[in-house]
């Protein structure tokens, strides 16, 4: 079945820690979107990219670095500097071709310890 | 400019009634409206989208209303169940740029 796969589903992370949370897709999608989601706030864009070895930052970009590689992969790291971690982050991706029903993972629960 | 509002940011419904979600938006580019489902501790799932050369649109129990001229649209739920049970965002899109604004969610709980 095709898919996104986000891991791991928990992350506990120390002060002063990075730490990376993996996105793999295989629906042969172009672009792929990470984003952060906090109660009451809705999902707020971290970055995005449409093409391999391409990425935009979206709203809430500091903090936060990510890679595109692979057409399959988007892993997101949180930097030491993202002062506020705690969250739940999700992955998407898109077909790009006139159809914009993003497919998300399930996503990763990062906790600061 | 970007921002999609939504309300409420909760909702409680009996058994069978129908729950309206709203939404506004500001950008007259946007010409792509879809909604998403999400159960606690998943992914949000696409549930029904419109795009504005048409105002309403229904899969199912679900509905969209779209109203170009306010620049809103809005969910309705039909005979609503528990199971319906969920967090609920909207968002819009342009199509040149895929990439979506989201609301700020509702959470909707369907008493039995």
């Known amino acids: 079945d095709g898919g996104i796969t986000q891991s791991p589903k928990y992350l506990f992370r120390k002060e002063g820690q990075n730490v990376t949370l993996s996105c793999e897709q295989n629906?042969?999608?172009?672009?792929m979107y990470w984003y952060r989601q906090d109660p009451g706030q809705g999902l707020r864009l971290i970055y995005y990219?449409?093409?391999?070895?391409?990425?935009q930052k979206g709203d809430i970009a500091e903090g936060y670095s990510v890679s595109r590689e692979k057409k399959e992969s988007f892993p997101l790291t949180v930097t030491s500097a993202q002062k506020n971690p705690t969250a739940f982050y999700l992955c998407?991706?898109?077909?790009?071709?006139?159809?914009?029903?993003?497919?998300f993972g399930s996503g990763t629960r990062l906790t600061v310890v | 400019q970007q921002q999609v509002k939504q309300s409420p940011q909760s909702l409680i419904v009996q058994k069978g009634g129908i729950p309206i979600i709203n939404c506004a938006y500001e950008?007259?580019?946007?010409?792509?409206f879809p909604w998403y489902q999400q159960f606690p501790g998943k992914g949000p799932a696409l549930l029904i989208a419109?795009?504005?050369?048409?105002s309403e649109k229904k899969e199912g129990r679900f509905t969209i209303s779209f109203n170009k001229s306010a620049k809103q649209f809005s969910l309705h739920i039909m005979d609503s169940q528990p199971g319906d049970s969920a967090t609920y965002f909207c968002a819009a899109s342009r199509t040149n740029t895929g990439k979506l604004i989201f609301g700020q969610g509702t959470t909707l709980q369907v008493k039995p």
């Open positions: 950008n007259t580019a946007f010409d792509y």
């Open positions: 998407a991706s898109h077909s790009g071709a006139g159809n914009y029903g993003y497919t």
């Open positions: 990219s449409q093409i391999v070895n391409d990425f």
């Open positions: 629906l042969n999608h172009d672009a």
């Open positions: 419109i795009r504005p050369d048409v």
